[in-house]
């Protein structure tokens, strides 16, 4: 019988896409499971705000690990959470807190090339190393470039797809199951990647990035919402509030 974490894995198929509305909490999680959801993915800036802290590893590991569980609590479908960086120093302080979310029950986890607070990635070897860390745990690892980061359309060459898929291929290697390559909304570069990757691709969507059906013909194999639902749940909350309190 397939395991909980090779069945998430086997969600991910190039042009038949595993959507994730991403949540932040056991109640989220709930409303999206109860939708449809294949799958349940936390993003990291949701979970962080809806606790008082801001994106970027500010949230502590044990706040972030104590919500995984309350997820898990409501629903039966895989979890995944966005663990940033990894949370750890180190390879071997990756390894620890991810094997925390492991044992804790996730499936998967997302983890970035670039430390917290910076806009450099780490050079190759050294994202590859922290990424066989959290791999050894068993846990699917979404290895997350940030390659596209603050570029603009018109700033994409094929030099950057060749750097995405050179890191593609060091993380694959380092045990990685998917690779997240957000901010990217070109559709001839979102193919070329999806082409060429040896691991199934994951994107963000975003206004103006293409349907399902459209990125699904790309070859995408997993489409995230980042911190979108969030944010929207809070503006419809202020304006929603605002119309009360506006009425004196």
Not at 106 to 121: F, V, W, Y
Not at 129 to 141: L, Q
Request: hydrophobic fraction near 45%; charge should be negative.
């Amino acid at each position: 019988m397939m395991d909980r974490i090779d069945a998430f894995s086997a969600l991910h198929v190039p042009g038949d896409p595993l959507v994730l509305y991403n949540i932040w909490d056991a109640g989220s999680a709930r409303a999206v499971a109860a939708a449809g959801a294949k799958a349940i993915a936390t993003g990291s800036w949701g979970v962080a705000e809806a606790n008082g802290f801001s994106d970027g590893e500010t949230l502590p590991l044990e706040i972030a690990l104590e919500n995984l569980t309350r997820i898990l609590s409501v629903t039966d479908l895989p979890v995944s959470i966005d663990m940033e960086a990894g949370y750890g120093d180190t390879p071997a302080a990756v390894g620890t807190s991810v094997g925390k979310a492991h044992e804790a029950g996730a499936s998967g986890i997302n983890m970035e090339d670039r430390m917290p607070g910076e806009t450099g990635l780490l050079p190759v070897a050294q994202a590859a190393e922290r990424v066989a860390a959290a791999a050894a745990t068993g846990i699917h690892v979404n290895a997350r470039t940030d390659v596209y980061l603050r570029r603009d359309s018109k700033d994409y060459t094929p030099a950057l797809v060749e750097d995405v898929l050179t890191r593609a291929a060091a993380f694959a290697e380092a045990g990685a199951r998917s690779l997240f390559v957000p901010f990217l909304g070109d559709h001839a570069t979102i193919r070329a990647i999806c082409e060429a990757s040896p691991l199934p691709v994951n994107v963000l969507w975003a206004p103006g990035r293409g349907t399902t059906a459209e990125l699904a013909a790309l070859g995408v194999a997993r489409i995230s919402y980042g911190h979108g639902p969030w944010a929207a749940a809070m503006d419809w909350l202020k304006a929603q509030a605002e119309a009360v309190y506006r009425q004196g």
